[in-house]
C-alpha cells in the first residue's frame, strides 16, 4: 500500500509507511528546521489507491 503525505508548503511525497515517515521528517529537518514525529505523518498521510486512475480531489 502507498501513502501519500503533503506537507503545508505544498511540498508532497509518496511510498511506503516507512518511506513517507523518513521523507517527511528530513524535508522538516531541511526545509523547515522542524522534526516531525511519526505520530504526526499519521495524522496527515493519505492512502493512494494503486493505480494510475485520477481520483477526486478534495478542496483545501
Ligand atoms: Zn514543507
Redesign the pocket.
Known amino acids: 500500500m502507498l501513502m501519500e503525505v503533503t506537507?503545508?508548503?505544498?511540498?508532497t511525497t509518496r511510498g511506503s509507511k516507512s518511506e513517507v515517515i523518513a521523507s517527511i521528517q528530513a524535508?522538516?529537518r531541511s526545509?523547515?528546521q522542524q522534526q516531525i514525529t511519526p505520530a504526526q505523518v499519521r495524522a496527515i498521510w493519505r492512502t493512494v489507491a494503486n493505480g494510475t486512475k485520477a481520483g477526486h480531489r478534495n478542496g483545501g
Open positions: 506537507c503545508r508548503c505544498g511540498w524535508h522538516g526545509e523547515h
